[in-house]
């Protein structure tokens, strides 16, 4: 339906290629972008990031106590979360396509805001978990539906920088939500509220805040962005249509499963994510506690997980930026975050404990590592994935099986087990070394597709397709290129 804000598009208006579009325009269009846009989903997913970990820093400010979480029940509060997580993933960013990431971002924020408010009346064990549980629900659309939602603004050699640059945040949110709940916890007791309780109920307020500034700010899409120009309308939604090879998808099809699917490169993404939402998890959920065996009490161990979050934040920001100026991601993904990862915890496995220092610099290596990796690999799984239902899938289905990473996390670092927490570390180190296999064999993969396209190997795929078919191609097309 064409409204008065929106730029209807037909055949004519396409350009012979995208060498055609002023990069003048581009350029501009980009700025108000990262103006209107990037703030609002950073803020978004800080708040999720927050309300998710925030579990490790109220265990060490009392709620572990109060709510008898002794044994495995932390464990199995934060096992109820990803459950739902996972299984939701897929139905979620389905319905951010059909309802559009405007209205739908701005519901579930809103929604795991209230959800997160909710644990600060947590009286029981029982009652925690089934909070965390339908937290798990509300917030699996956050990073999918982010990731797709940029999708359809950015072209493929800006997306990773802004995927990056919000994702960033996620390190960010470790250190501010620690700086957050040493003092939140300090308030005076009202009510039932007081310590750890003090934790959630203010940062669910922020978060359902947040989602009616998402709701007010957000464009719906690039046709209709109204802080855009007619002529910066047409432009924005007729590069990414060039670009994807794809015109606007509407109905879900059979097909579309297939393609973001039934391919090598989602697969690999997958298990890469897989294994860096385990390490990013495991940092987010236990950093407090792993810091406690150093000799630091309750509050120091909070104090001390902002400066790695922040170097973390820099160096995920730059590694993205640089991919996206190189375009390329395997070789960032393998030669830097990969080793960042495994140098990490072959440190905190082999250096004594006593060894504090050094230890100390395995964690900023850990959480350099793991707070990169999963949003390029994000990145690089959307971008290779065209067409708006393919990409809402593909990524759908990326974050999912990667979040049974986040699963595994919470049972890594046992109680049981400290303070040399072996297991946890052996398991993030393996982890390390598979996500470097990952990125070889995409990188050689995609640079072989390319080079077969390149030769006209795959030409014959567009013989005796009609206009319609091959417009629902995506990156199946002869003409689509891969980024490797």
Known sequence: MKTEDSVELSHADLPASLDEIDPKIEARIRRKYDLRIM???????????????????????????????????????????????VLFEVPTNILCKKFGPRIWLS??????????????????????????????????????????????????????????LYASFASLAGGFGGLLATGLHMIPPWGMMHTWRNIFFFEGILTMITGGVCYAFLPKSPETAKFLTPEERRIASLRIQMEVLTHNQTKLRKQHFKLATNNLHTILMSIGLFCSLLCMNSIALFMPSILSTMG??????????????????????????????????????????????????AILLAVPMEATGIRYMAIFFATAGAFTGSPMQIGWLVENAAGPMVRAIASATGVSIGSLGGLLATWTYLKTEAPEYTVGHAINLAAGIIILCIAVIATVNLRWKNRQRALGKKDYILQDLSQEEINELGHSHPNFRFTP
């Open 39 to 85: 703030p609002i989903v950073t803020l978004i997913y800080l708040m999720a990031f927050i309300d998710r970990s925030n579990m490790g820093n109220a265990r060490v400010l009392g709620m572990e106590d109060e709510l008898d979480l002794s044994g495995y029940r932390f464990n199995l509060a934060l096992t109820a979360f990803f459950i739902t997580y």
């Open 296 to 345: 630091y009490d309750s509050i120091e161990s909070q104090l001390m997980t902002v400066p790695p979050y922040a170097v973390g934040t820099v160096v995920c920001i730059v590694l993205c930026i640089l991919s996206d100026h190189f375009r390329t991601r395997g070789i960032i993904i393998g030669g830097v975050v990969a080793v960042l990862i495994t140098v990490a915890f």
């Open 107 to 164: 519901l579930i924020t809103f929604m795991f805001g209230l959800l997160t408010m909710c644990i600060a009346f947590c009286t029981s064990f029982g009652g925690l978990a089934a909070a965390r549980a339908i937290l798990g629900v509300a917030e699996a659309g956050i990073m999918p539906g982010i990731s797709y939602m940029l999708s359809t603004f950015y072209r493929r050699y800006e997306l990773v920088t802004r995927v990056g």
